[in-house]
């Protein structure tokens, strides 16, 4: 960031914390992508990200005067949201909680021949766009969160070493070697399964109806196929190096544009009495 960029950001930060609703809408807006992205990634689902986006971008309307530019704006605000969404408990998969070994056994096992069509006449091409989708950001969850975490920061905003390890509280050697493992464990269940992006037998196409009979997808809530496309994953690129040659292999870590029931919800606020709350904070 320039001279010039960072003096306008912190005249911005000013006025947001003098009160200044509109400074403050700005800045929320220039980070919404970036916290709701990674916590759909962390999450699973776009109703638990945005519900936890929100929690954030509270936190952050909340402990903005603590923000001392010692770090970039962005780091920070990823700090904020990597310590909340690490210790999230109130969403799905905190509650069912999957691994990698139940993923293969489903897709090796799963009865998907004798399910009827439950397409609802919606393209069978969309549904199965939107399984690969949802099933890649799924999978995700079978991580731990920490490993999750160091997954998304790492191949989908592509975070240089030293920044995440800052953001993570760990040494940039550690990020990296973390990082690497995370990324062939990943690679490898990729390679034995997914017929998409790896070599394996599963294809989207041939389990659609499976998926919505086991609500993994709805024909009438086509979340993933509907989003729009966002760059918050490039606007925090860091010159990301060459760790260990996955990088490619992971094209499904695209980012969206944050939906319009999180931005409603940050207007409502903004707009709302407890406004006046946050800016005595």
Not at 83 to 94: C, G, T
Not at 140 to 166: H, Y
Request: charged share 25%.
């Amino acid at each position: 960031m320039s001279t010039k960029e960072n003096q306008e950001l912190s005249a911005l930060i000013e006025r947001a914390t003098a009160g200044d609703r509109a400074a403050l809408e700005t800045l929320l807006a220039g980070v919404q992508d970036l916290v709701f992205n990674l916590s759909l990634r962390m999450l699973g689902t776009f109703h638990d990200a945005e519900d936890a986006s929100q929690d954030i971008l509270l936190k952050v309307m909340t402990h903005l005067s603590s923000f001392k530019g010692e770090s970039s704006f962005t780091t920070w605000v990823f700090r904020i949201a990597v310590n909340h969404l690490k210790d999230y408990k109130k969403h799905m998969f905190a509650l069912f909680p999957l691994s990698f070994e139940f993923y293969g056994d489903d897709i090796r096992n799963g009865n998907i021949q004798d399910v009827p069509d439950l397409t609802q006449n919606v393209e069978k091409a969309i549904l199965a766009e939107e399984l690969k989708l949802s099933c890649t950001n799924v999978m995700l969850q079978c991580l731990d969160p920490e490993s999750r975490c160091i997954f998304i920061l790492g191949t989908m905003f592509r975070v240089d070493s030293r920044i995440a390890g800052d953001i993570l509280g760990i040494t940039p050697e550690a990020y990296r070697q973390r990082l690497s493992r995370v990324r062939k464990r990943m690679a490898g269940f990729l390679s034995e399964y997914c017929g998409e992006y790896g070599k394996g037998t599963c294809r989207c196409a041939n389990r659609v109806n499976y998926a919505i009979q086991n609500h993994r997808i709805a024909p009438d809530r086509l979340d993933f196929t509907a989003a729009k496309p966002s760059d918050a994953a490039v606007a925090v690129t860091a010159a990301m190096e060459e760790i260990d040659g996955y990088s490619q292999q992971f094209s499904f870590c695209r980012a969206y544009q944050s939906t319009e029931r999180l931005k409603q919800m940050i207007r409502d606020f903004l707009n709302g009495p407890a406004f006046s709350t946050v800016a005595e904070a």
